[in-house]
């Protein structure tokens, strides 16, 4: 416990930004723990750690008492007058101690809590860089594949993590060293570190994408209200624009397609409908309807409605296996029963 051991913690401090303070207090803490495993669970010991004089003290303490009857706890007032002379009855004796002798084990001790210092700091600066990305995209590169569960290891860039099966997109096939996109779901805190969960199939997935690819998004002019999604297969968002100049949808779509193709391919090939948001509920529900024709929307009760539509929409509202009326029932929120028009 010299000079170097302060000047580990001011480079601490700089190099990881663990408080100085801190990681002193963790450091008295443990010396004292280790004070009272060698002399002793009744020995007490106050410790002076001065980072300005780069100098530790320790102090053994008694209570002075008229006669001893625990020598590891008290001293007689003659005992203690022999330290000072300012020392009474029922007062605290503090017995400065040669540290020569404890050298060896402050110093393992002071070590062991430093590493431990910087393990916790870096889990929790860890913990902290993964929470700022939650509800984000980050990009990842694949490190392997485990062709038992189809769990993917990647690398974030801030540690090692596990993007499962269940949260990739069907027909999701990566290559080693392949750089993919992944949405930050949730962060736990474990004592190993922050448990991560990443995901491909998350509708937050695809509004992030949209913000990636669209400067109106970006910048606000166009909002994304609602996103509904079947991951691999379909998706539908609902949009608008803050400027009436601006053209929610075609923003979104861009020249030629090429903003959403560029979303469609990192989706493997997912479908999407842009979707025009209105106040309007039948206007709405109608759009949701895309790409299907709907002739009128009737509101029956709360988010309850009844949509017509000619027999050649039919099928394409309902879509394959219920697919699209299911979604558009998802963005918007109603219970949607489609009739064909008399």
């Known amino acids: 416990m010299n000079a170097e051991f302060f000047e580990a913690l001011d480079l601490l401090e700089k190099q990881k930004g663990i408080p100085k303070e801190y990681m002193l207090e963790r450091v008295e803490a443990a010396l004292m723990n280790a004070f009272a495993k060698d002399q002793g669970p009744n ?25 001893v009857e625990d020598p ?8 203690a007058k022999k330290v000072s ?21 402050s110093a393992q001790t002071a070590k062991q ?12 600066m860890l913990i902290k860089e993964y929470e700022d990305k939650r509800g984000e995209i980050i990009t990842a590169t694949v490190l392997r594949t485990d062709d038992s569960t189809g769990n993917v290891t990647v690398d974030t860039g801030t540690s090692i993590a596990t993007l499962i099966k269940g949260e990739q997109i069907p027909g999701d ?46 910048d606000g002019t166009v909002v994304i209200k609602n ?20 053209d929610a949808v075609g923003s979104c779509i861009g020249n030629r397609s090429m903003r959403i193709n560029t979303i469609i391919s990192e989706l493997g090939g997912e479908k999407i409908d842009i979707i025009k948001y209105s106040e309007d509920p039948a206007e709405f529900i109608a759009a949701a ?5 709907v002739n009128d929307v009737i509101l029956e009760g709360e988010k309850i409605c009844r949509v017509y539509v000619d027999a050649d929409q039919l099928s394409l509202a309902i879509g394959k296996e219920g697919q699209n009326a299911r979604l558009a029932a998802r963005l918007t929120g109603f219970k949607i029963d489609i009739k064909v028009s008399e």
């Open 43 to 67: 020995a007490q010991v106050r410790i002076i750690l001065d980072p300005e004089k780069k100098d530790v003290q320790m102090y053994r303490l008694y209570q002075v008492v008229e006669e």
């Open 72 to 79: 590891e706890t008290q001293l007689t007032v003659e005992q």
């Open 85 to 105: 002379r300012r020392y009474k009855l029922g007062t605290v004796a503090e017995v400065k101690m040669d540290t020569k002798n404890f050298r060896r084990l």
């Open 113 to 124: 809590v430093i590493i431990q210092g910087i393990r916790e700091a870096e889990r929790g």
């Open 173 to 218: 096939a990566f290559k080693d060293g392949e750089r993919i996109k992944v949405f930050v779901t949730e962060v736990k805190k474990e004592s190993r570190g922050p448990l991560v969960t990443l995901s491909r199939t998350h509708p937050g997935l695809v509004k992030r994408l949209f913000e990636l690819e669209v400067p109106e998004v970006q």
């Open 227 to 246: 996103v509904t999604r079947e991951a691999g297969s379909r998706s539908k968002v609902a949009v608008y624009s803050t400027d009436d100049s601006v």
């Open 289 to 293: 309807l895309s790409p299907a024709t």
